[in-house]
Structure formats: C-alpha cells, structure tokens
T-cell receptor, first 112, second 113 residues
Framework: ETGVTQTPRHLVMGMTNKKSLKCEQH?????MYWYKQSAKKPLELMFV???????ENNSVPSRFSPECPNSSHLFLHLHTLQPEDSALYLC???????????FGPGTRLTVT | GESVGLHLPTLSVQEGDNSIINCAYS??????FIWYKQESGKGPQFIID?????DKRQGQRVTVLLNKTVKHLSLQIAATQPGDSAVYFC????????????FGSGTRLQVQP
C-alpha cells in the first residue's frame, strides 16, 4: 500500500455505538491530522499529532477521541455521536513542520 | 468527498479551454499557499503550492499566481480535460512553530466535452 489509507471507507452507526476510524500512512511522515468535511462547512481541522504528541485540538467535542500509537497510525475513537456528526472524516500526514499534507480517501460516517 | 450542500461557486468550461479558479485568502501573515483537487469519493489531492516570496509557480499544465497586495490566489489549468472536473480548494498557512492549513470553501470545476 502506498500513501495514506483509511478504514473503513463507509460507516453507519447509532448514537449509542462506539466505533473507531483508522488511518495509516506509508510515506515516512511524522505528523498526522484529522479533518472533518461536512455538507455545510469547508474542511475543518480537528486534531494534529506531531512526533506522536497531540499538538492541536480545535475545540472538538469529547465524543471524539484521537489516538496516535506511532508515527504511522492514527485512530479516531467515536462514542455517543450526534446526527450532526455525519460527515466525511479525512486523515492527512506530513513531515512535522512541513507544509504539504497528503490526504487519505476519507471515511464517510453516517450517524443515525 | 464532494461538498454537497455547500453553495460552491461553479466554473463550467469547454474541454480544451483554459480554466482560472480564484481564491481570496484571509490572513496577510500567511506565507504558504496550496491548491488541492478533490474528486467525488476521494480525499483532496495535492496539485501545486507556492510560498509568499514568489508570485508565480508553474507545474504540469497548472500555474499558481499569488497577489499578496490584494490577498488573492489563482489556479490556472491549461487545456482543461474532462478528468479535471472536481472541486478545487485553496489553503493557506503561516509559520507559528507548527503548520496548520486553513481551507477555503472550494470551487467546483465542470468540464464540458
């Protein structure tokens, strides 16, 4: 596999479920990002991990919990989500401090 | 991956024509700018970038122009092809010790055969 991969590609979950989104990068990068792309807003940065340390959390509700066990993997743990959380969740990676970010294909999340 | 529901400006061009997509950015301190292309069902794909010490940069069939005076960025696509149909996003960032991209809302490019 090359680039940035995300699984699952599609996820439907109820408001009481717990699920996790997974991202893996094969580019040798050391910074990873979660973005939310919803129908009514531009791409919104959620979390940034640099050298496996969370360096940014853009006022994201606690029902979203990121985890970065190593520089190649990033998770987004989801629990008690709301219907308005339905969106495309995109993962990206870069070299720490570098500008260019490479995106995965996204996970299309629907909360029912 | 399309921003369905957003009232995206749409540019419709004929195949073979040149396309110009514009973007106004907000932060005069931004020193890095990047264009992404997002096709339906896919994540954003890097097209071209430019730093604030330049006003023009060319890639393969694409050119980015930066006008810092009016905080305007444009993407020019030469000889537009049906495969260029997508949503195009500009993003800006500034050096605060770490980099974070701020994205615009995007422009939908439709190429008519």
């Amino acid at each position: 596999e090359t680039g940035v991969t995300q699984t699952p590609r599609h996820l439907v979950m109820g408001m009481t479920n717990k699920k996790s989104l997974k991202c893996e990068q094969h580019l040798g990068h050391n910074a990873m990002y979660w973005y939310k792309q919803s129908a009514k807003k531009p791409l919104e940065l959620m979390f940034v991990y640099s050298l496996e340390e969370r360096v940014e959390n853009n006022s994201v509700p606690s029902r979203f919990s990121p985890e970065c066990p190593n520089s190649s993997h990033l998770f987004l743990h989801l629990h008690t989500l709301q219907p308005e959380d339905s969106a495309l969740y995109l993962c990206a990676s870069s070299q720490a401090g570098a500008d260019e970010q490479y995106f995965g294909p996204g996970t299309r999340l629907t909360v029912t | 991956g399309e921003s369905v529901g957003l009232h995206l400006p749409t540019l419709s061009v004929q195949e073979g024509d040149n396309s110009i997509i514009n973007c106004a950015y907000s932060n005069s301190a931004s020193d890095y700018f990047i264009w992404y292309k997002q096709e339906s069902g896919k994540g954003p794909q890097f097209i071209i970038d430019i730093r604030s010490n330049m006003d023009k940069r060319q890639g393969q069939r694409v050119t980015v122009l930066l006008n810092k005076t009016v905080k305007h960025l444009s993407l020019q696509i030469a000889a537009t092809q049906p495969g260029d149909s997508a949503v195009y996003f500009c993003a800006e960032s500034m050096d605060t010790g770490r980099r974070a991209l701020t994205f615009g809302s995007g422009t939908r490019l439709q190429v008519q055969p």
